[in-house]
């Protein structure tokens, strides 16, 4: 998945993010001072961001990654699904089709996004919950990513988002740990996805999309159905649905692979 969404980072979404104060590059403390003010003008308390903020570094792994990285994607479908899609994914896959059964259908009736679309999804990004959800501290690799001038927007966007999480009470700030974009959770949000797309679906009062299952995949649904995915049409290449899932993922090798799977999760 991670190709991918760094691919999204790379590409036109910049230009939608609002323009924000801090000036990156320069002295990084000077620029983190900066992100302060910006994330308390935002409505993010002192608190939060003194516990945040103070003392972060920049991560040279996660530049170096972001460096490594490129916007293209070279294998065909078939290659890239054959190494994405294999018979014990597909087994465990239909395992949690009838494990979360209720909670799906549930889901469905809300949101308008079949069950086997959202557990391929679900699988494809951390292998239902457990597999790599990252391990970076999503404030660190905010920060620096933000602070870097190439996609500064873009980060320091999704930094305040971050901070708004915690400030929130969905997680906290020990438990806001990610991938080396900032992505977070067993379908792996950008914080600002989280923000905006985030479902309470357990009834705990917290959007907790590291731990549980019910918002896990009621999130996913719900920015899936806000994209305009419609209920009981194909979402195959070429159909409306499958535009709607663009904002899950631009790549089209991905999205045919999500529909590929969800078919064979079914018996398709």
């Known amino acids: 998945m991670r190709i991918f969404r760094w691919a999204i980072l790379v590409g036109a979404v910049i230009c939608s993010t609002p323009t924000y104060a801090a000036r990156c590059g320069g002295d990084f403390n000077t620029f983190v001072a900066a992100m302060s003010q910006e994330?308390?003008?935002?409505?993010?308390?002192?608190?939060?961001?003194s516990q945040a903020l103070?003392?972060?570094?920049?991560?040279?792994?996660?530049?170096?990654?972001?460096?490594?990285?490129?916007?293209?994607?070279?294998?065909?479908?078939?290659?890239?699904?054959?190494?994405?899609?294999?018979?014990?994914?597909?087994?465990?896959?239909?395992q949690m089709l009838q494990r979360h059964a209720s909670l799906l259908a549930r889901i469905e009736q809300k949101f308008g996004v079949p069950p086997q679309i959202i557990v391929a999804i679900w699988g494809l990004e951390s292998d239902y919950g457990k597999g790599d959800i990252g391990k970076m501290p999503v404030i660190r690799t905010l920060a620096t990513m933000a602070h870097d001038c190439r996609r500064t927007e873009l980060f320091q966007g999704e930094l305040l988002a971050a901070l708004k999480i915690v400030q929130?009470?969905?997680?906290?700030?020990?438990?806001?740990?990610g991938a080396f974009a900032g992505e977070i959770g067993q379908t792996q949000f950008l914080p600002s996805s989280y923000i905006k797309y985030g479902v309470d679906f357990d009834g705990n009062g917290h959007v907790d999309l590291r731990h549980s299952v019910p918002d896990v995949l009621a999130s996913t649904a719900n920015l899936l159905h806000v994209s305009g995915f419609k209920a009981g049409a194909p979402y195959g290449e070429g159909s409306a649905n499958f535009e709607a899932m663009r904002e899950w993922n631009r790549a089209t090798i991905y999205r045919k692979t999500i529909g590929y799977f969800a078919d064979r999760l079914v018996g398709r």
Not at 40 to 47: D, H, K, L, R, T
Not at 77 to 86: D, H, K, L, P
């Open 39 to 49: 994330a308390a003008a935002a409505g993010v308390s002192q608190a939060v961001i």
């Open 168 to 177: 929130r009470g969905d997680l906290p700030l020990r438990d806001l740990i």
């Open 54 to 94: 103070s003392g972060v570094t920049q991560d040279p792994a996660v530049l170096a990654f972001d460096r490594r990285q490129r916007g293209t994607f070279n294998k065909t479908f078939e290659q890239y699904v054959s190494t994405r899609v294999g018979p014990g994914r597909i087994n465990i896959g239909r």
